[in-house]
C-alpha cells in the first residue's frame, strides 16, 4: 500500500512536471530480427543439437530404469554384498513365496523383504555353510545330528539344559570354532541369528514317567508345548526354517498297521504316557498353526524307535535295556508276554533321514523309521546273539497303554525325500553294544558317566 502510495504520488509529480522537461517518447527499441536466426545457427554449428539430443535421452534411460538400478546401488545395503551373495539373493527371492512374505510382514518383517527392494542380507544366506541351532543337541540323537552338521561345515550352536543329555556327548567338538554350547532350558525364549532350527529338546524317555510322574508330565509338556512354542516363535521372527522331531508315539496303540502318515493315532490322553503323547501332538499343531498362520517353514520328522551309541545307558527304552543288562549279565527284561513289535532304527539313518527332511521342500510329516518288524522276544534273541548267549529272559507285567504293534509305512519319506534306512539290527547292534561296554566298565570302575 505504501508503495502504491509513493507510486501514486511520483505519478502525480510527473503530471505535475512541466511539459518541456518531458523526455521526448521513444519507443522500447524492438530486438533485431536477425537475432533469431542467429541463435539457431549457435544451436546447429558444432554438432550442438545432436549433443542435446543425445543429453536428453541419456538422462530420460537413467529416470526410466532408475528402481532396478538403486538395486545394485552401492548406496543399498545389497550394493555392497558380493556377487556371489547376489546370486543367492537372487535364488532365495525366486523360492520365496507369497505366504512367507505375508508371514514376514506379520512378523515385523525382519527377514524378507527383498520382494519390495529393501530389507537385510539373512546371516549365512550368501555361502553354503549355514548357521544352525539344535536344541537337544547333547543328547543321543542331538549329538549324532550335531556331528554330521559340524562335518559338513555349518556352524552349530547346541542348546541343552542336561536334563538326559550329557557333555560327554559333545566333549570331542569342544575347541572347534564350528560348535558353540549354551545351557539352556528351551521353556525359557533365547534369541539368536540362524537359518535353521532342528527342535529335538525334550526329556524322551519312559524312566522318567516311572521316577518322578508328575515331574515329568510338567517337564515334558511344558518342553513339548512352551519350548515348541519359544523356537517357533524364534523360528518365525528370524525367518528360520524349523525341524520338530516329534514321535511314532502320536500313534498311540494304533488301530492301522503298518502306520502311515495319514493315520490320525489312537491315543490314551489321560493314561500315564499321555503326558509324551499328547505334547507331541500339541507340538505339531503348532507347528503346523505356525507354518499355515505365519508361514514359518516348517518340517516334522515322526521318529520310530532309534538306538545306536551314547544312549543313555538305563533309559528304560527296551534296546538300551537289554543290551545294559545282557552286558551286565543281568536278565533282560520282558514286559508281558513279549509279543508287542516294534521296529529299531540305527541312529545314523535318523540323521540322514532329518538332515534331509530339513534341506527338503516336503513339510510333512514324515516317518522316519525302519520297517523291518520285530517282537520283543525276537530282540531279545538279536541281543543275545551279539552279547552274550547265555543272557536269560526276565517276564514281568506288562506297563499300561504299550502299543501292541509299531512299524512305519515309509514309503512317503522314499518317494519324497529319497531316504530309507539302510543299516539292519543285525549290523547296527555291534555298533551299540562298543559304546555300551566302554561306558558300563567306567562305570563300574567308579569313573561315572556324568
Ligand atoms: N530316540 C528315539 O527312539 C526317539 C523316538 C521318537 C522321538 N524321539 C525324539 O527325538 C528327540 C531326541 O531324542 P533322544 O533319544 O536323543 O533323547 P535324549 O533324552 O537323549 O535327548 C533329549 C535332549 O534334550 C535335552 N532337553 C530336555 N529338556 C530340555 C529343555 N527343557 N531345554 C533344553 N534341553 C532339554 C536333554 O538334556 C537331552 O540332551 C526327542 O524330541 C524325542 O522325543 C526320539
Not at 174 to 182: S, Y
Not at 196 to 222: E, F, M, R
Given at each position: 500500500?505504501?508503495?502504491?502510495?509513493?507510486?501514486?504520488?511520483?505519478?502525480?509529480?510527473?503530471?505535475?512536471?512541466?511539459?518541456?522537461?518531458?523526455?521526448?517518447?521513444?519507443?522500447?527499441?524492438?530486438?533485431?530480427?536477425?537475432?533469431?536466426?542467429?541463435?539457431?545457427?549457435?544451436?546447429?554449428?558444432?554438432?550442438?543439437?545432436?549433443?542435446?539430443?543425445?543429453?536428453?535421452?541419456?538422462?530420460?534411460?537413467?529416470?526410466?530404469?532408475?528402481?532396478?538400478?538403486?538395486?545394485?546401488?552401492?548406496?543399498?545395503?545389497?550394493?555392497?554384498?558380493?556377487?556371489?551373495?547376489?546370486?543367492?539373493?537372487?535364488?532365495?527371492?525366486?523360492?520365496?513365496?507369497?505366504?512367507?512374505?505375508?508371514?514376514?510382514?506379520?512378523?515385523?518383517?525382519?527377514?524378507?523383504?527383498?520382494?519390495?527392494?529393501?530389507?537385510?542380507?539373512?546371516?549365512?544366506?550368501?555361502?553354503?555353510?549355514?548357521?544352525?541351532?539344535?536344541?537337544?543337541?547333547?543328547?543321543?540323537?542331538?549329538?549324532?545330528?550335531?556331528?554330521?552338521?559340524?562335518?559338513?561345515?555349518?556352524?552349530?550352536?547346541?542348546?541343552?539344559?542336561?536334563?538326559?543329555?550329557?557333555?560327554?556327548?559333545?566333549?570331542?567338538?569342544?575347541?572347534?570354532?564350528?560348535?558353540?554350547?549354551?545351557?539352556?532350558?528351551?521353556?525359557?525364549?533365547?534369541?539368536?541369528?540362524?537359518?535353521?532350527?532342528?527342535?529335538?529338546?525334550?526329556?524322551?524317555?519312559?524312566?522318567?514317567?516311572?521316577?518322578?510322574?508328575?515331574?515329568?508330565?510338567?517337564?515334558?509338556?511344558?518342553?513339548?508345548?512352551?519350548?515348541?512354542?519359544?523356537?517357533?516363535?524364534?523360528?518365525?521372527?528370524i525367518g528360520a526354517r524349523f525341524l520338530l522331531t516329534s514321535t511314532s508315539e502320536v500313534y498311540g496303540d494304533p488301530l492301522e498297521h503298518p502306520q502311515k502318515e495319514t493315520y490320525w493315532g489312537h491315543v490314551n490322553p489321560i493314561g500315564v504316557r499321555s503326558c509324551y503323547d499328547e505334547g507331541k501332538r500339541t507340538a505339531e499343531t503348532l507347528a503346523m498353526d505356525y507354518h499355515r498362520g505365519a508361514g514359518v517353514e516348517v518340517r516334522i520328522a515322526r521318529i520310530f524307535n532309534t538306538y545306536g551309541p551314547r544312549m543313555c545307558l538305563d533309559d528304560g527304552r527296551v534296546v538300551s535295556n537289554f543290551v545294559s543288562q545282557a552286558i551286565r549279565k543281568q536278565p533282560m527284561t520282558v514286559y508281558g508276554d513279549?509279543?508287542?513289535?516294534?521296529?529299531?532304527?540305527?541312529?545314523?539313518?535318523?540323521?540322514?533321514?532329518?538332515?534331509?527332511?530339513?534341506?527338503?521342500?516336503?513339510?510333512?510329516?514324515?516317518?522316519?523309521?525302519?520297517?523291518?518288524?520285530?517282537?520283543?522276544?525276537?530282540?531279545?534273541?538279536?541281543?543275545?546273539?551279539?552279547?552274550?548267549?547265555?543272557?536269560?529272559?526276565?517276564?514281568?507285567?506288562?506297563?499300561?497303554?504299550?502299543?501292541?504293534?509299531?512299524?512305519?509305512?515309509?514309503?512317503?519319506?522314499?518317494?519324497?525325500?529319497?531316504?530309507?534306512?539302510?543299516?539292519?539290527?543285525?549290523?547296527?547292534?555291534?555298533?551299540?553294544?562298543?559304546?555300551?561296554?566302554?561306558?558300563?566298565?567306567?562305570?563300574?570302575?567308579?569313573?561315572?558317566?556324568?
Amino acid at each position: 500500500m505504501k508503495q502504491l502510495h509513493k507510486q501514486s504520488t511520483s505519478f502525480r509529480k510527473d503530471e505535475e512536471m512541466p511539459f518541456s522537461q518531458t523526455p521526448p517518447y521513444s519507443p522500447k527499441s524492438l530486438k533485431h530480427p536477425r537475432s533469431l536466426p542467429r541463435s539457431l545457427n549457435y544451436i546447429l554449428k558444432e554438432q550442438r543439437l545432436l549433443f542435446i539430443l543425445v543429453g536428453i535421452l541419456i538422462g530420460s534411460t537413467f529416470f526410466i530404469f532408475q528402481p532396478s538400478f538403486s538395486l545394485l546401488s552401492p548406496s543399498d545395503p545389497r550394493g555392497r554384498i558380493s556377487a556371489g551373495e547376489r546370486d543367492s539373493v537372487v535364488r532365495y527371492r525366486d523360492r520365496t513365496d507369497f505366504s512367507n512374505n505375508y508371514a514376514n510382514h506379520a512378523a515385523g518383517g525382519t527377514y524378507n523383504k527383498f520382494a519390495n527392494g529393501v530389507g537385510r542380507v539373512p546371516v549365512g544366506i550368501g555361502s553354503k555353510r549355514k548357521r544352525i541351532v539344535v536344541t537337544g543337541g547333547a543328547g543321543f540323537v542331538g549329538s549324532h545330528l550335531v556331528d554330521k552338521l559340524v562335518a559338513r561345515g555349518d556352524d552349530v550352536i547346541v542348546i541343552d539344559n542336561f536334563f538326559t543329555g550329557r557333555k560327554e556327548n559333545v566333549v570331542h567338538l569342544f575347541g572347534n570354532p564350528r560348535f558353540e554350547l549354551i545351557r539352556h532350558d528351551v521353556v525359557e525364549p533365547i534369541l539368536l541369528e540362524v537359518d535353521q532350527i532342528y527342535h529335538l529338546a525334550c526329556p524322551a524317555s519312559p524312566v522318567h514317567y516311572k521316577y518322578n510322574p508328575v515331574k515329568t508330565i510338567i517337564s515334558s509338556h511344558c518342553t513339548n508345548v512352551m519350548g515348541t512354542l519359544n523356537m517357533l516363535g524364534l523360528a518365525k521372527r528370524i525367518g528360520a526354517r524349523f525341524l520338530l522331531t516329534s514321535t511314532s508315539e502320536v500313534y498311540g496303540d494304533p488301530l492301522e498297521h503298518p502306520q502311515k502318515e495319514t493315520y490320525w493315532g489312537h491315543v490314551n490322553p489321560i493314561g500315564v504316557r499321555s503326558c509324551y503323547d499328547e505334547g507331541k501332538r500339541t507340538a505339531e499343531t503348532l507347528a503346523m498353526d505356525y507354518h499355515r498362520g505365519a508361514g514359518v517353514e516348517v518340517r516334522i520328522a515322526r521318529i520310530f524307535n532309534t538306538y545306536g551309541p551314547r544312549m543313555c545307558l538305563d533309559d528304560g527304552r527296551v534296546v538300551s535295556n537289554f543290551v545294559s543288562q545282557a552286558i551286565r549279565k543281568q536278565p533282560m527284561t520282558v514286559y508281558g508276554d513279549g509279543k508287542q513289535t516294534r521296529s529299531f532304527q540305527f541312529v545314523s539313518d535318523l540323521v540322514d533321514g532329518l538332515v534331509a527332511l530339513m534341506e527338503g521342500e516336503h513339510v510333512g510329516p514324515f516317518n522316519l523309521g525302519n520297517p523291518g518288524e520285530f517282537t520283543m522276544l525276537e530282540l531279545a534273541e538279536v541281543v543275545k546273539e551279539t552279547i552274550d548267549p547265555s543272557a536269560s529272559i526276565e517276564f514281568k507285567p506288562n506297563t499300561a497303554d504299550d502299543p501292541h504293534k509299531r512299524k512305519p509305512d515309509i514309503s512317503k519319506a522314499k518317494d519324497l525325500l529319497n531316504w530309507e534306512p539302510k543299516i539292519s539290527l543285525r549290523d547296527g547292534l555291534p555298533r551299540m553294544v562298543d559304546d555300551f561296554r566302554n561306558r558300563i566298565l567306567n562305570e563300574d570302575e567308579g569313573k561315572g558317566n556324568k
